[in-house]
């Protein structure tokens, strides 16, 4: 999608193994959101950023951390992965002035 | 804190039907209100937006929503499917201003299946 970028779109990995997706923007906005999406459950907010190195915990955070060193940079990384997160992963960017954009989603099963 | 409730987890309707799905939210606060739409396999995509202003917004493809304060309501409309309307609709809400850093809560999502 024009201006938000997720990689890898699609992973594989085992229980256990760290993982790392990254969100990479072009439009310089400076909110950046991770998101969840369960069946059932809708979409759900992991973590977000508010600017460079500032970042808060959302409704799911357990088992997740993120790091932002840069505007155009928001990474998620699941320390030790476990099938319960399992899941489709979306990235959101937002300006103060217009609504949240979403990525194309990341799809992670963990085995 | 702030939640968002879906009336209808699936919704199927005939091709040119008129459609609507339901979304009522509860907030202590002011909030502003977003419906988004997922095709399969796809990001979501706004459809329409409230702030403020009129109550009556109109969305892409055809689609409004009416915000109703006193019901605490944000339906979405639309007065004549196609089968391309097919997907996924997700409503939100976030508080009013930045306080909050505009973060948004999602409610669990309707499946509209439109059938020939």
């Known amino acids: 999608d024009a201006g938000i970028t997720q990689s890898p779109r699609h992973k594989v990995t085992e229980t256990g193994t760290p993982v790392t997706l990254r969100c990479h923007q072009t439009e310089n906005h400076r909110y950046m959101y991770w998101y969840r999406q369960d069946p059932g459950h809708g979409l759900r907010l992991i973590h977000y950023?508010?600017?460079?190195?500032?970042?808060d915990k959302g409704e799911v955070s357990d088992g997740y951390s993120v790091s932002r060193s840069k505007t155009e940079d928001f990474l998620l990384t699941l320390e030790s992965a476990t099938s319960s997160q399992t899941s489709v992963y979306f990235c959101?960017?937002?300006?103060?002035?217009?609504?949240?954009?979403f990525g194309d989603g990341t799809r992670l099963s963990i085995l | 804190a702030q939640s968002v409730t879906q009336l209808d987890s699936q919704v199927p309707v005939f091709e040119e039907a008129p459609v609507e799905l339901r979304c009522n939210y509860s907030?202590?606060?002011?909030?502003?209100l977003f419906w988004y739409v997922q095709y399969p396999n796809q990001g979501l995509q706004l459809l329409l937006k409230?702030?403020?202003?009129?109550?009556l917004v109109k969305g892409i493809n055809g689609f409004e929503a009416e915000f109703n304060k006193s019901q605490t309501s944000f339906h979405l409309r639309k007065p004549s499917v196609h089968i391309s309307d097919t997907a996924e609709y997700f409503c939100?809400?976030?508080?009013f201003g930045g306080g909050s850093n505009y973060k948004l809560t999602f409610g669990k999502g309707t499946l509209l299946t439109v059938n020939p």
């Open positions: 959101a960017i937002k300006d103060s002035n217009q609504p949240q954009h």
């Open positions: 950023s508010y600017g460079v190195k500032d970042t």
């Open positions: 939100a809400v976030s508080d």
């Open positions: 907030s202590s606060v002011s909030v502003y």
């Open positions: 409230y702030l403020s202003g009129s109550t």
